[in-house]
């Protein structure tokens, strides 16, 4: 997971092969409404896929990727993320393994 100095784009890793899943949970920490955007990659660096949504202030979503973007399932890739303010919560990759992360 990489995230530039400036905050305000990431790119991380998603799988849903071989019975796996990605899911993700995001949030808005500014005091106003802004758009969460995720560009998806396949493992050779083509664009597969795009989903945007507006987030209230505060306001949090979490999904499965494949339920946003049907194109995603059975692929592998990165995921990259843009919105001033927006946040990672947490990442689920498969029933078994939960990553949750907090990034200032």
């Not at 758009?35 to 202030?57: D, M």
Request: charged residues 5%.
């Amino acid at each position: 997971i990489s995230l530039p100095s400036g905050g305000s784009a990431m790119t991380m890793p998603f799988d849903n092969t071989g019975g796996q899943f990605s899911g993700y949970g995001f949030a808005n920490t500014a005091a106003a409404p802004v758009t969460l955007s995720l560009t998806f990659y396949n493992a050779s660096g083509v664009v597969v896929g795009q989903y945007s949504e507006p987030l209230p202030a505060f306001g949090h979503d979490s999904f499965l990727i494949a339920s946003k973007v049907p194109a995603l399932a059975n692929t592998q890739g990165t995921m990259s993320l843009t919105g001033s303010g927006v946040v990672p919560l947490g990442f689920r990759f498969n029933a078994n393994y939960t990553f949750m992360t907090w990034l200032p």
